[in-house]
């Protein structure tokens, strides 16, 4: 079964371009070895990520994504069976938003900050419309 799972973050005081950069390289090659994809945002110390992969697997990286102390206050936003992956080539797609890019977030979503995304019965539309623009006009 093929799920996706959208969750909120914030990342640690601490945490550095280079640690940006070092999460992504070893994202990427677990990703690929093991069928996941998706997209990670960043935006004013807040992280958004959408992983798509087959129920067991994507299980075992949230819960190993939860104790990752580079970030906390992680927040499951949405988990959701799908019949086909919207991101099949993204081992793992990174983009750190922008003030301006902000701007058209909060014209077009009415949210101007990660933490404004919320669920609704483990679903949350406006975190998969986030994606959906983000992927559609700022990347
Ligand atoms: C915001 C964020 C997103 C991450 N995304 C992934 C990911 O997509 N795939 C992955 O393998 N690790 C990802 N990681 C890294 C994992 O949390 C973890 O460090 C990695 O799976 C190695 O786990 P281990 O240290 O228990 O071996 C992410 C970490 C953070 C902070």
Partial sequence: MLFELIYRSEADTNVSDDDLLNILGKARRFNSKNELTGCLLYNDRHFVQILEGE???????????R???RHHNIITLHMKEIASRAYPDWTMAFKALEADDMKS??????ISQFKELNSINEESPISKQLFWMVTQSIF
């Fill in 55 to 65: 129920f067991n697997t994507l299980n075992e990286l949230y819960a190993r994504i």
């Fill in 67 to 69: 104790k990752d102390s």
């Fill in 105 to 110: 977030i909060k014209n077009a979503l009415g």
